[in-house]
């Protein structure tokens, strides 16, 4: 590794380290003797929060760091360019998929309502050269059920299993590596094994659409829009590669903000864009509207499994879900209660401080909840920095433009994924049943202790 890279990381860990002590000290009397028990359990040093490490690439390796670095505009180019050349043999479909939690963004940025901002945002992609684009919105949706169903298989095995509940999400890439690279195994049974929307999509892209196309996957280049820099870190996992054909499952991923700023580079104007409709993954027998899942902004994974398992497991119809604020907004739980007695305690948790006080009370056996929607970003998906950082930069989150995107994001109709006619469609066409092999394969993974907590700076502390 180069003295440049080194003393860049070094000058950023410094510069991490004196904001989180300063955020630290700031951060009141409530949560000062919890985050001193937690700091005790850590080696002697400067404190650093996982927070400031995720934006800091010290603990990847160059390998690592070589593909991520890949992520980006010039990437696409790349095969843009190619494209445009006689060698047919090195040609590819570029197909775009857009996240959900990106499109309120565009919405704000371009003064428009969601539906007709993803049309627009269809347009700009499609004028460059991208042949199709998707929203990942059916993704998500197998996410979900696959969540659901994970999570009834675990509350029903919760006696004889030490390791079924609580069950954590898995949607979000900054959690999952904090998770394998500093917890390891006190959390990671505990994490739910069905894939994040995105690597469902990567999936779907690969092998039913090329499928469909009558492509060899490595012939498809797959771009994902996302409101989040870690998703590039999990497009990048082994584990979504494959060898054999030699290619992953998301080529590029490219934050919303990344998309936004080459727009501005070529001076686009909103007005002379094309309004385009999104592709249908089943082609035109697919629904072009757009709707959302229920939840706060970020696919409500906690409301969704609630619903199911009240109904599943105690034949009970949940249709209004009460939030609890405990420490903060992004602390929130929900109880089922029947007589008396608590059946079901959920809870959502956002941001690496609120994480390390589950981390906390894990580690003294204190943790009521069967479930926990766990995501890295305060505020959830929608202030993922790739998209919510205030222009005047240093990490902060512009609040008014969240704001907006909260509102725009809600605007749109809300739909079950159990009655999304598409999902059921894929199930039988795509995987042969909802409990096949071939979804099992498709639609899971695995997360594991990845041991390097070692190659973390000394003067780190968690």
């Known amino acids: 590794m180069s003295e440049v890279n080194t003393g860049k990381r070094k000058e950023k860990c410094e510069n991490c380290?004196?904001?989180?002590?300063?955020?630290?000290?700031?951060?009141?009397?409530?949560?000062?003797?919890?985050?001193e028990e937690v700091n005790e359990q850590a080696n002697e040093g400067s404190q650093l929060l996982l927070s400031a490490c995720l934006s800091c690439d010290g603990c990847l390796s160059d390998e690592e760091n070589l593909k991520i670095s890949q992520q980006n505009m010039e990437e696409v180019e790349r095969v843009l360019a190619l494209n445009k050349r006689c060698d047919v043999s090195k040609h590819k479909v570029l197909v775009a998929s857009l996240c959900p939690q990106s499109l309120p963004f565009f919405a704000v940025k371009f003064g428009l309502d969601v539906p007709e901002a993803a049309q627009k945002l269809c347009g700009f992609l499609k004028s460059l050269g991208v042949q199709y684009v998707f929203d990942t919105t059916i993704a998500a949706g197998f996410s979900i059920l696959e969540s659901q169903k994970e999570f009834i298989q675990r509350y029903r095995r919760r006696h004889h299993d030490a390791h079924a509940l609580p069950m954590f999400t898995s949607s979000c890439p900054g959690w999952i590596r904090y998770s394998e690279r500093v917890l390891g195994s006190l959390v990671t049974p505990h994490i739910c094994t069905a894939r994040s929307p995105q690597q469902i999509m990567g999936c779907l892209v690969k092998d039913y659409f090329s499928k469909q196309q009558k492509l060899s996957p490595d012939k498809v280049f797959h771009v994902v829009v996302a409101p989040c820099f870690d998703k590039k870190v999990e497009a990048v996992r082994e584990e979504f590669y494959s060898s054999l054909l030699e290619t992953r499952e998301v080529d590029c991923v490219l934050t919303s903000g990344e998309i936004y700023y080459l727009m501005e580079q070529r001076k686009v104007?909103?007005?002379?864009?094309?309004?385009?409709?999104?592709?249908?993954?089943?082609?035109?027998?697919?629904?072009?509207?757009?709707?959302?899942?229920?939840?706060r902004g970020s696919e409500g994974f906690l409301e969704h499994v609630f619903k199911h398992a009240t109904k599943e497991l105690f034949g009970l119809d949940v249709h209004e879900i009460t939030y609890k604020t405990l420490r903060n907004r992004d602390f929130q739980e929900v109880t089922l209660e029947r007589d008396g007695e608590t059946l079901l305690q959920f809870a959502a948790i956002y941001g690496f401080r609120n994480i390390q006080t589950l981390v906390h009370r894990m580690r003294k056996g204190r943790v009521p909840y069967q479930l926990v929607e766990v995501l890295s970003c305060p505020g959830g998906c929608l202030s993922g920095r790739g998209q919510a950082e205030s222009e005047a930069g240093g990490g902060r989150v512009?609040?008014?433009?969240?704001?907006?995107?909260?509102?725009?994001?809600?605007?749109?109709?809300?739909?079950?994924?159990?009655?999304?006619?598409?999902?059921?469609?894929?199930?039988?066409?795509?995987?042969?049943?909802?409990?096949?092999?071939?979804?099992?394969?498709?639609?899971?993974?695995?997360?594991r202790s990845q041991n390097q907590i070692h190659t973390q700076p000394p003067h780190m502390q968690w």
């Open 269 to 295: 104007s909103v007005e002379e864009l094309d309004s385009v409709p999104l592709d249908q993954v089943l082609g035109e027998a697919g629904d072009a509207a757009l709707f959302r899942h229920e939840g």
């Open 17 to 35: 380290t004196k904001q989180c002590n300063k955020k630290q000290s700031e951060d009141g009397a409530n949560s000062h003797k919890e985050t």
């Open 398 to 447: 512009d609040k008014a433009l969240v704001q907006q995107m909260e509102e725009a994001y809600s605007s749109l109709p809300v739909r079950l994924p159990e009655l999304n006619p598409a999902l059921h469609t894929l199930y039988q066409d795509w995987l042969q049943g909802q409990d096949s092999l071939q979804a099992n394969k498709l639609l899971h993974t695995e997360y």
